[in-house]
């Protein structure tokens, strides 16, 4: 089959699936942002960018994996999915434990801190929480233990090693002949790829890499040279296998600058990208997190900074090769359970009210 009959059936088959009730990405949580960031799609390669303590590994996961998931469980006629979680500076039980803490909150509204759903203030946490992560929440857990496998892979040979063997067990590798001269000029057939198929097209796999600045050091290659290669591999896996790529990236320490503070140029940006440039190159998708108050910035797009405080954040769109870029919303962020939610807009005096008055209760409780 030529690469243009792939395409129109591609096409074909995108129209047939929303038309028998399908979909085709599994939609963002942020509504009024929707036209800027749909969500995740699959054979897209996103990175998430933000300066120290921003929160961009909450958000990358909260949108990324926290979303994904819920959204399989609630729709398994629609999508799948499969999770390989790279993390590089915490164990993976940490990442549990946030995951527990996120999904008390978010289905049963009992909101309580990792710190102490760990009593690690020697406050004994309340048996009843043990009992809803043990019998209302059982499903939930075993579902997050099903589809997201912790990987012990800290090099980029690695990660590719790992996805690609999973790719190709859960799929056909198409292949094609192609001719090829050898070092003596003889021409010789060889079989190359061509296409590939999944066995289950609505499976999104997604890689999870958090954070490329940690990631492990190929042989005989330096920092950038290692980030570069990770980024190449993702671009391959994205382009062959239509894996998802979602890699948590830096800021340089530039960005939280005097000058940087001085020139007003504190939101993230490619150029400010750690380590390496040449992911926000590779990406379809770079997403920016702003913490206005980690600036210590009193306002900021018409918020009151000093009520709001480390609770808000301003998600970016910073490039988008399928669509628009520059597009800013103000959320929430909850940084006790990892939930965001859409701000009200700035004018909405009533709706804003409500906000201060439930931050005031809960900072009262902490």
Known sequence: MSIIDRT??????????????????????????????????????????????????????????????????KNPDKA??????????????????????????????????????TSTCNKEVDQSIIDKLENDLKPYLDFFNEHVEFSTSRNPTGVWNEVKRYCEEHGKVHKKKQKIKDDDGNTHEVDVFDYYEKNDPDEYVIVFFDHLSLVQLERGMTLKQSADKLSEYFVVLRNRYKVIPVLVQQQTAE?????????????????????????????????????????????????????????CRFLEVILNRGGSAGGQIGLFFDGATCNFAELPKSTDATNMGRLYAYLDKIRKQN
């Open 8 to 73: 129109l059936n591609f096409i074909k088959e995108r129209k047939a699936k929303i038309r028998n009730g399908g979909i085709n990405s599994i939609q963002s949580p942020f509504i009024r942002f929707l036209d800027d960031f749909l969500g995740v799609e699959q054979q897209k390669y996103y990175v998430v960018t933000g300066s120290t303590k921003a929160a961009k590994t909450q958000l990358a996961t909260y949108l990324f994996i926290y979303n994904t998931l819920l959204y399989c469980m």
């Open 255 to 311: 960005m939280e600058s005097l000058d940087a503070f001085k020139e007003k140029k504190l939101r993230p940006t490619a150029q400010g990208l750690a380590d390496t440039k040449y992911s926000g190159r590779d990406c379809n998708v770079l997403l920016g997190i702003f913490s206005p108050f980690r600036h210590e910035l009193p306002e900021y797009k018409g918020y009151d900074i000093t009520r709001l405080r480390d609770n």
């Open 80 to 117: 799948r999915c499969k999770i390989f979680y790279y993390p590089m500076e915490e164990a993976p039980e940490d990442v549990v434990l946030r995951f527990e803490s996120f999904i008390l909150n978010e289905i049963l509204k009992t909101r309580i801190s990792v710190k102490d759903l």
